[in-house]
């Protein structure tokens, strides 16, 4: 399953993760295993080892461990789903943060939308093909293999499994793969990539609602009452499909506001000032040249840094003339230094690659033109 991270979120790959640990790089591409993932483990070796112990009788406590093996198979079966989309987004230019495997399966994190709708189907497209290639080879591999009964069985329940991740993945709703297929219909067709994703969305949507009553139709009427495994199961995957549809809804409400958001529009005059200034004196010229931020420069005159704001007003103001500016400001990385032409998402993709409060606008010559606070595009956002 492929996933677009937030663009105003760090770009690290390396970024910590509470609950999660680093197994191994695929590609440049951290892959993360969630604490949550060895819960659902286990209850895949809890419900497969009546099976083992049926097919394959006398491994006593040996049964649970194999039975772990196929997890532990089932999920590595997952991860190769996931390098499947990291590669086709990595063919096509698209930064991807991490693959994590969790309690529900796998997760790849790209951090940008693919630029064109075919772009769009050939990401998404590729996990779902995968696992059901992983299920074919798996049940070509039943068929003509002969003993052991353990291989035998662990060939059967991977291409059964790999089957059913596969055409689930398929399902016509955000945020499953099928989904974003179904946005890259509506997107090829409407010429319209947020329409795309309200149409998926709300049929995720449909989708959780129907996972969510599946255990009392279907399994129901076929073999009598759902146990409790199944309303659990259909429960999670019912959430999930409904958080994931829901931030996809969210998503398209906030892009389609995105054009009308502009740099220059947006931009602080700023007040140019010496590091060693007290930080008084500064904000007094601030407020007499009726500017909005302050600019450290140095003794050529170019800028070095940039004021923060929240620090300013944290600082009481009986302190501040004996603070220099210098301590309060953010020395100037390549990051923080914006086209004032940048608008809608891409000014938004631009901050979201430095994370910060403040950001130097400049003309395409170089000219300082302003600053752009974060704050003030939030606000922009909000009041469109």
């Known amino acids: 399953m492929v996933h677009d991270v937030e663009k105003n979120a760090p770009s690290r790959a390396a970024q910590r993760r509470p609950g999660a640990v680093q197994i191994a790089r695929v590609v440049g591409v951290p892959v993360y295993v969630n604490v949550s993932w060895i819960l659902v483990a286990l209850l895949i070796a809890y419900v497969f080892r009546p099976v083992v112990d049926e097919q394959v009788p006398g491994l006593g ?45 796998g997760l790849s994190e790209i951090e940008s939308e693919p630029q064109t709708p075919w772009r769009e189907f050939a990401v998404a497209v590729v996990g779902p093909l995968t696992s059901l290639g992983i299920s074919g080879l798996a049940a070509l591999g039943h068929t003509v293999v002969s003993g052991p009964a353990l291989l035998e069985l662990a060939l059967f329940q991977l291409a059964w499994a790999n089957l059913l991740v596969g055409l ?40 959780a609602a129907v996972v969510l009553l599946l255990p009392w139709t279907l399994l129901a009427s076929t073999w009598g009452a759902p146990s409790l495994l199944h309303i659990v199961w259909s429960v999670f995957l019912a959430m999930f499909m409904w958080a994931g549809s829901s931030q996809a809804l969210m998503s398209a409400k906030i892009r389609r506001k995105l054009p009308a958001i502009h740099a220059r529009t947006l931009a602080r005059r ?20 009726h500017a909005g931020s302050l600019v450290v420069v140095g003794s050529d005159g170019r800028p ?12 009481p103001e009986h302190r501040r003339p004996w603070i220099s500016v210098g301590d309060v400001a953010r020395r100037i990385e390549p990051g923080l230094v914006l086209d004032v032409r940048l608008t809608g998402e891409a000014l938004v993709r631009a901050m979201g690659g430095t994370p910060a409060t403040e950001y130097l606008l400049v003309e395409p010559d170089g000219r300082v033109f302003g600053v752009l606070a974060t704050a003030d595009v939030d606000g922009a956002l909000a009041r469109t």
């Open 168 to 207: 689930f993945n398929l399902l016509p709703g955000l945020p499953l793969d099928g989904g974003r297929l179904l946005r890259a219909g509506v997107w090829a067709v409407t010429k319209q990539p947020h329409l795309g994703t309200a149409v998926a969305g709300w049929a995720g949507r449909v989708v």
């Open 61 to 105: 406590v040996w049964s649970f461990v194999a039975a772990l093996g196929f997890a532990v198979l089932l999920y590595a079966s997952v991860l190769v789903h996931e390098i499947a989309h990291v590669l086709v987004a990595r063919k096509f230019d698209l930064p991807v943060r991490a693959i994590t495997l969790q309690f529900l399966g």
């Open 270 to 289: 700023g007040v140019p000032v010496s590091s060693e200034l007290p930080l008084s004196e500064a904000v007094r010229r601030a407020q007499e040249a």
């Open 304 to 315: 070095t840094g940039l004021v923060s704001e929240a620090a300013v007003l944290a600082t």
